[in-house]
């Protein structure tokens, strides 16, 4: 089975900073990743995802990276807003995805 | 669309009581999850469905049932509730594959005591 793992439980940035949160998976098969942003007291909710033919994308503010040689992934998000503090978590797999721990992210204005 | 919604929100059992968690979508998707997320973890797979009269275990499985017998409808049933099973339950649905986007509902808090 797949093992998806984030590298810092909590992550501490200034306003107006780039943030970077990293992941590892363990499956070389995994074909599809996915990066969620969960607020306090609700659900998580869809942010970006790629595919394993790919090595980056791009959407609004946020950038995901996939390095398959070392089975690493990161998150991205450029100019970080108050609003961007959330638990993040990378999901991935080949069939159905396994969710990791999750890193807090925290924004200080 | 409403998307996925679950009730009750919150709701506290005690150990031995049986309950159950409802979850619907209205976005015609084929794919239905259950998940618990303990605090400060990740999410863990309880059960899986995909499609109507098709239900599968998951990661944690035991203490849970499920059935599926509409496509909009999912619901988690707790037979003998124990602490263990204090957690947040999120249901959510993806379209076509487990490989695609999964939407989550707002999640049933439970306390077991």
């Known amino acids: 089975g797949e093992s998806v793992g984030l590298h810092l439980p909590t992550l501490s940035v200034q306003e107006g900073d780039n943030s970077i949160i990293n992941c590892a998976y363990s499956?070389?098969?995994?074909?599809?990743f996915i990066w969620y942003k969960q607020e306090s007291g609700k659900g998580p909710q869809f942010i970006i995802d790629i595919r394993s033919n790919m090595d980056k994308r791009q959407g609004q503010r946020v950038t995901v990276l996939l390095n398959k040689t070392v089975k690493h992934l990161s998150l991205q998000i450029a100019a970080t807003q108050p609003g961007d503090s959330a638990v993040y978590f990378c999901a991935g797999g080949s069939y159905i995805p396994t969710f990791g721990r999750g890193t807090s992210l925290i924004v200080h204005p | 669309n409403a998307g996925v919604t679950q009730t009750p929100k919150f709701r506290i059992l005690k150990i031995g009581q049986s309950m159950t968690l409802q979850c619907t979508q209205d976005?015609?998707?084929?794919?239905m999850y259950w998940y618990r997320q303990d605090p400060g973890m990740g999410l863990k797979l309880i059960y899986y469905?995909?499609?109507?009269?098709?239900?599968d275990k998951g990661e944690v499985p035991n203490g849970y049932n499920v059935s599926r017998s509409t496509t909009e409808d999912f619901p988690l049933r707790l037979e003998l509730a124990a602490p263990s099973q204090t957690s947040v339950y999120f249901c959510?649905?993806?379209?076509?594959?487990?490989?695609?986007?999964?939407?989550f509902g707002p999640g049933t808090r439970l306390l077991v005591l």
């Open positions: 469905s995909v499609g109507a009269g098709i239900t």
């Open positions: 959510a649905s993806s379209l076509a594959s487990g490989s695609e986007t999964q939407y």
């Open positions: 976005m015609n998707h084929n794919y």
């Open positions: 499956n070389s098969a995994s074909d599809y």
